[in-house]
């Protein structure tokens, strides 16, 4: 079965340290990975994603994900921290059955505190 | 607008009645979503959209729940006889193509917020 696990449900980081956010998958195929970011009473923001290429994908707000197909990873990262950054972060994958799904991670609470 | 409209933002409904929710699309995007989020959680897939093919209607948690686009392009969701449980955040989000996931990513809208009490 596809699936995708974000095993953190919060992650709390100092304002300038350096952030990752964790996410696994489990397809058959090869994946289509997608980072989104939501804001407090928002809708969720595309950040960046992984199709085919260079395994460093970078986003918007200074945000980049490494796609790692051995530990079938694809963990968000940020250099340097900051307090808006905080928010609620989806992982999600390509389902290969209907090709126009998505398989959601449940998110992971990012704080960063200054 | 440029993005994805829903309304009402917040709605406050009695057990019982019926509640309509609104999407209104980006224009000229083809591919409709409507996703549920309870309490700040995962989304939930309810219904999707694509051009003027049969929805996928999988996600639909029970035959209260319905959605239609009309003209492909606004989308109504729809709860009759609403339960406590169907509290939660009703997000809707368009594609340019619901079957070009590696050159789409899906714009969303903000939400609606749906209590009964």
């Known amino acids: 079965a596809q699936s995708v696990a974000q095993p953190e449900d919060q992650v709390n980081v100092a304002e300038g340290n350096p952030l990752t956010v964790k996410c696994t998958y489990s397809?058959?195929?090869?994946?289509?990975l997608f980072w989104y970011v939501q804001y407090p009473n928002r809708g969720l923001q595309f950040l960046l994603k992984y199709i085919t290429g260079d395994n460093l994908v970078k986003g918007s707000y200074g945000f980049e994900a490494e796609f790692n197909k051995s530990q079938t990873s694809f963990h968000l990262k940020k250099p340097s921290a900051l307090v808006s950054d905080s928010a609620l972060y989806f992982c999600a994958v390509r389902d290969l059955d209907s090709n126009y799904q998505l398989i959601w991670g449940a998110g992971t609470k990012l704080i960063i505190k200054p | 607008g440029a993005g994805v409209s829903q309304s009402p933002s917040n709605k406050v409904t009695e057990k019982g009645k019926d509640v309509e929710l609104r999407c209104d699309p980006i224009s000229g995007h083809t591919a409709l979503y409507w996703y549920r989020q309870s309490l700040g959680q995962g989304l939930e897939f309810l219904i999707y959209f694509q051009g003027n093919s049969a929805p996928d209607k999988s996600g639909l948690p029970s035959d209260r729940f319905s959605a239609e686009r009309t003209g492909g392009s606004v989308s109504t969701l729809t709860i009759q006889r609403t339960q406590q449980e169907d509290s939660a955040v009703y997000l809707c989000?368009?594609?340019?193509?619901?079957?070009?996931?590696?050159?789409?990513?899906?714009?969303f809208g903000e939400g609606s917020r749906l209590t009964v009490l």
């Open positions: 989000a368009s594609s340019k193509s619901g079957t070009s996931l590696s050159t789409g990513e899906l714009f």
């Open positions: 397809v058959s195929g090869n994946p289509y």
